[in-house]
């Protein structure tokens, strides 16, 4: 078992990792839990993982009122938030109560955002179901659902009260789902530790195929990392925490040109976008070719997408520079970029050039 403490002074709480967690979850959430059932809320292909949890929960006396939503993106809405939030309240939830919130991104951050605005806050766990969610989006307290706009828009930072990961629940979890989750573990190879990234072209393999130690290991060495950037820069405010979008403004163009559909999960976009960062870098003399060949032979070998081609995308790089522009990252009509001076020394650079960025983008669309 490994506990990650993340630091965040009277918003601070434990990542508890550990194999067959969910089954003994009842332990550590009994002090959570009130007069009240405690309120489970999951998408439909988690009803499994329910059932375990609802028995662990009533093994330590905790009654508990499941509220299944309908798996994918669309439940991030105002919709689902408004029914939801109308669920919570039908059932009396209080200030000081926690909703658990079991399931994967979508489900993490829409109840962190119904538990952000209910009755001005009330507390919350995350129980997350997929790698991504379990190394990424349920640490830190990014919550927020979709806007017509954009993905994400509407939100707010509201840090969970506890987050419980069991790794063994990644076994049902199909395997694209898992290589996608694992682009978010090698980011943080690629964002500042050159050591964890070489323990990544070792292990990924045995850790995609299901090994137990290389899965835990990566998921403590991920959270902990994550940890420590939210716990320095929490409302990403000192250009720290923005270390963690490494990809993503290139993914993004990529995932909008498909309409944020299933043609492209969000991880592969982020593993996408990261070759490109790496290669952009190179191309402008900043990295080194060789590191940008690296990170590319990596994701490849996993089976991730390294260009925009390989991720099924054609489009310029000007289609592709307009879908950057509805960045939420933009700030003051510049948009910043995550670009890296090597493998691990990712940095934040507010200079880029879009006509160079669609320039390279045009130079590698067909690669
Ligand atoms: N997923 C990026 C962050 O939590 O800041």
Redesign the pocket.
């Known amino acids: 078992m490994t506990i990650v403490r993340v630091d965040l002074a009277d918003r601070s709480y434990d990542v508890v990792i550990e194999s067959g967690l969910l089954g003994r979850a009842g332990e550590r959430l009994a002090p959570l839990s009130r007069r009240r059932p405690m309120a489970i809320v999951t998408d439909e292909n988690i009803r499994p993982h329910l059932a375990t949890l609802q028995a662990s929960l009533a093994a330590h006396g905790v009654a508990s009122e499941p509220i299944v939503l309908p798996p994918g993106e669309s439940t991030k809405s105002w919709a689902s938030l408004e029914s939801l939030t109308d669920r919570l309240l039908e059932l009396g939830v209080e200030r000081g109560d926690h909703v658990i919130a079991l399931g994967g991104g979508v489900i993490g951050d829409l109840v962190g955002f119904a538990c952000a605005i209910l009755k001005r806050g009330c507390g919350f766990v995350q129980v997350p179901t997929t790698l991504l969610a379990q190394v ?2 349920s640490v ?1 307290g ?1 919550t927020a659902i979709n806007a017509r706009a954009g993905k994400n828009l509407i939100g707010a930072f509201h840090q969970p009260n506890l987050v419980l990961i069991d790794p063994d629940v990644l076994d049902t979890l199909p395997a694209r789902q898992l290589r996608a989750g694992y682009a978010e573990v090698v980011k943080y190879g690629l964002i500042d530790d050159f050591a964890f990234f070489e323990w990544c072209e070792t292990n990924a393999p045995k850790l995609l195929a299901g090994d137990a130690a290389a899965r835990e290991y990566a998921i403590a060495h991920s959270v902990a990392a ?1 940890a420590r950037i ?1 716990a320095a820069d929490e409302r ?1 405010t000192s250009g720290t ?1 923005a270390l ?2 490494l990809g993503h403004t290139f993914g993004h163009a990529l995932e909008a040109e498909t309409g944020f559909s299933d043609r492209l999960l969000h991880g592969e976009g982020v593993a996408a976008g990261m070759a490109l960062a790496f290669a952009f870098s190179a191309a402008q003399g900043i990295a080194p070719g060789q590191d940008a060949e690296r990170v590319a032979a990596h994701l490849r070998a996993v089976g991730l997408p390294d260009s925009p081609a390989a991720a099924g995308i054609d489009a310029d790089g000007e289609t592709l520079v307009a879908h950057m522009l509805h960045d939420k990252k933009m700030d003051a009509g510049t948009l910043p970029f995550l670009l890296a001076r090597g493998i691990g020394r990712t940095y934040l650079d507010k200079t880029v050039d879009l006509a160079a960025v669609a320039t390279f983008l045009d130079a590698h669309r067909a690669t």
């Open positions: 990424d989006s830190g990014k994550k939210v990403e925490r963690l979008n």
